[in-house]
């Protein structure tokens, strides 16, 4: 039962153009997004979080576009560089049992052609 | 320096052997977790600890034991390895808990049991 659904296991962007990574969730209950980054053997870093009373948040080249409607959130990278190519994961948070429970999706891989 | 260190980076072993993986945090953070990544890439929740208390425990084997010394360490007891227990296995911390901060990752164990 797959909660957070990164539908695009890849995505190839131009440098320079704007990447949109996409992520779709079915839980009504899920009230706070984030998106985390992934290089090869490292562990996801933190790139940026949404909650679900805005519908847009803003960190220089990454926004996150949140549509509640539509339990829809995508991320824009804009301009993309090269050093933006990783796995790309979108998170989901909803509380239960006293505390926030994290669902992971299963990442889409960006690469970012030069 | 490292904030979220977990060894070793790699452990290959026989099905029936016992292991474990260690992980220190050194950013004085209250809550870790144990996340497994398994072969479809799928990001899951393990286990947390806040303040030397399991507050999570998702339907996960009773052969993995998670054990915290001190709040700066999460070590992970794995008995009786499977070949299904083959995996990337993440450590990671977060401030309180609460599920709206962002979560520090390690770089990640490769279990590959044979």
């Known amino acids: 039962d797959q909660q957070v659904k990164q539908n695009s296991p890849s995505l190839s962007v131009q440098e320079g153009r704007i990447s949109i990574l996409n992520c779709d969730y079915t839980?009504?209950?899920?009230?706070?997004f984030l998106w985390y980054k992934k290089y090869p053997a490292e562990g996801p870093t933190f790139l940026i979080s949404?909650?679900?009373?805005?519908d847009k948040n803003e960190d220089g080249r990454f926004t996150v576009f949140l549509n509640k409607s539509a339990k829809h959130l995508s991320l824009h990278i804009v301009p993309s560089q090269p050093g933006d190519s990783a796995v790309y994961f979108c998170?989901?948070?909803?509380?239960?049992?006293?505390?926030?429970?994290?669902?992971f999706g299963k990442g889409t891989k960006l690469s970012v052609i030069p | 320096d490292t904030a979220v260190s977990q060894t070793p980076k790699y452990l290959v072993t026989q099905m029936g052997n016992d292991k474990s993986i260690k992980c220190e945090q050194n950013?004085?953070?209250?809550?870790m977790y144990w996340y497994k990544q398994d072969s479809k890439k799928f990001l899951k929740i393990m286990f947390s600890?806040?303040?030397?208390?399991?507050?999570i425990n998702e339907t996960v084997p009773n052969r993995f034991s998670p054990k915290s010394p001190d709040k700066a360490h999460l070590n992970l007891h794995i008995n009786s390895l499977e070949l299904g227990d083959s995996a990337v296995y993440f450590c990671?911390?977060?401030?309180?808990?609460?599920?709206?901060?962002?979560?520090?990752f390690g770089s990640g164990t490769q279990l590959s049991v044979l």
């Open positions: 990671a911390s977060s401030q309180s808990g609460t599920g709206l901060e962002k979560l520090f």
């Open positions: 839980n009504s209950m899920f009230d706070y």
């Open positions: 949404i909650s679900s009373i805005k």
């Open positions: 998170a989901a948070s909803a509380p239960g049992a006293g505390s926030y429970q994290l669902t």
């Open positions: 950013l004085g953070h209250d809550t």
């Open positions: 600890y806040n303040n030397k208390e399991l507050i």
